[in-house]
């Protein structure tokens, strides 16, 4: 990158993490991978009344704030309508907004990135083959089964879009004659 540090950046919420980041990228701004908070938001809310309409509450007040005083009376209104006001982990929560937030972060260029998304994608796809009480000969097994199945899809795939040609949507010939030199 030619020595200059990157504009923004997204990670998991960890705190090690954090402070490299405040330590070396000081300018750089952090932004936390949201599927982490809601992948966590059943534990944080276990007990409370009603989940799915909490979690759609929730979910619009961290994404369809549109400023930051009405993100601020929101989430007030809404730990005071679960009282959640004993949860630490909702303090916790509230004092790390600006990584988490879209309304302190939505001044910064994040080409729609909120999540480590790829990284999220292979842990989804390999965890359907192996878990944790794997030994290692199993391991490399299902591991194999799994990049075997991903290439072969990919390779369908491939077949697929080959023979699928959809119709002109202008009718130009220019764009017949692209669209069999380049698809």
Request: charged fraction near 25%.
């Amino acid at each position: 990158m030619g020595n200059a540090p990157p504009t923004t950046i997204l990670t998991n919420q960890c705190e090690s993490i954090k402070g490299a980041i405040r330590e070396t990228l000081p300018d750089t701004i952090h932004r936390y991978c949201i599927w982490h908070f809601m992948i966590k938001l059943p534990i944080r809310l276990k007990g409370v009344c009603d989940y799915k309409a909490m979690k759609s509450e929730f979910k619009s007040i961290i994404f369809n704030s549109i400023t930051i005083a009405e993100f601020e009376a929101k989430w007030v209104a809404f730990i005071k309508k679960y009282k959640l006001e004993e949860r630490q982990r909702f303090h916790n929560l509230h004092s790390e907004k600006k990584y988490w937030v879209s309304v302190f972060l939505k001044h910064y260029f994040w080409a729609g990135m909120m999540s480590t998304q790829r990284c999220e994608l292979m842990h989804a796809f390999f965890d359907s083959y192996m878990n944790r009480r794997n030994f290692l000969k199993q391991f490399i097994e299902q591991y194999e089964i799994a990049l075997r199945y991903k290439y072969d899809k990919g390779l369908h795939a491939e077949t697929d879009s080959r023979k699928i040609h959809l119709p002109p949507f202008s009718g130009f010939e220019w764009e017949i004659q692209v669209q069999t030199h380049h698809t």
